[in-house]
């Protein structure tokens, strides 16, 4: 099931975009996520494959019009920009559908700093937003310009350090499934190996003992005591 985090944030009465989504794919299955974008918008977008099987997915971006716009298969992840040449509802999927057994845990982000307003946003809050960026002596975006566009290029600056924090830690947590992968099929043939080892060294040992024993059938067939035997019964 999808979990979809929007953020909208108003500076100098402009709005930017943010989604993140953190998504478990089933195998044989995709999940896809729509968004409604207006033409001429300067997007990005992630997605890194956390846990699961090889760490793969196929991922594609299409357009209102159907169009694919980016595709990528069987990668763990990966990064796009574009800009938007249509209006209307984007299809963003990630595509688990070679994978028979495997299901796969996917980050996914999705962003743009260029003013939009998702007709989808509730427009109670739009006005509520707008609402507080004025007081008693009028409105604020007219006498506070200057501040506003420190503000806006501080709030674009900020949003970029927290996406590549947000993209270590999916980093660091897909090394470590992967590690921990690694850890486990180290252990499983490690405790294979020991066993066809000792396997090995009893068998050895026992064949050993049967060459000195004079009432084994083996220790007779590998001493020849069988072909010497039949040789002088005349057979």
């Known amino acids: 099931m999808l979990f979809l985090v929007l953020f909208v944030s108003l500076l100098s009465s402009s709005y930017c975009l943010q989604a993140e989504i953190a998504v478990v794919v089933e195998p044989g299955l995709r999940e896809c996520f729509h968004q409604y974008l207006i033409s001429g918008l300067n997007m990005e977008t992630d997605y890194q494959v956390i846990s699961g099987g090889e760490l793969d997915i196929t991922y594609w971006i ?6 694919i716009l980016f ?5 763990q992840g990966g990064q796009f920009q574009f800009k938007s040449e249509e209006t209307g509802e984007y299809r963003f999927c990630l595509d688990n559908s070679f994978s028979r057994f495997a299901k796969k845990q996917v980050f996914f982000y999705l962003s743009s700093n260029d003013d939009f307003i998702d007709p989808n946003f509730p427009q109670s809050a739009v006005d509520s937003l707008n609402h507080a960026a ?4 009028g409105d604020l975006t007219d006498k506070l310009s200057n501040f506003q566009d420190l503000f806006n290029r501080v709030n674009t600056n900020l949003e970029r350090a927290q996406h590549v924090q947000k993209l270590f830690q999916v980093y660091e947590l897909s090394d470590r499934s992967h590690l921990e992968d690694l850890f486990v099929r180290v252990n499983f043939w490690s405790i294979i190996n020991i066993l066809v080892m000792v396997l090995v060294g009893a068998i050895q040992v026992f064949m050993i003992r049967s ?4 009432k084994s059938k083996i220790g007779r067939v590998l001493r020849g005591d069988v072909a010497q035997t039949k040789s002088r019964l005349g057979l």
Do not use: A
């Not at 299409?62 to 169009?67: E, G, I, L, Q, Y």
């Open 62 to 67: 299409t357009t209102p019009s159907n169009r």
């Open 71 to 75: 595709t990528e298969t069987k990668k």
């Open 134 to 137: 004025k007081d008693d002596l």
């Open 211 to 214: 060459l000195f024993e004079d």
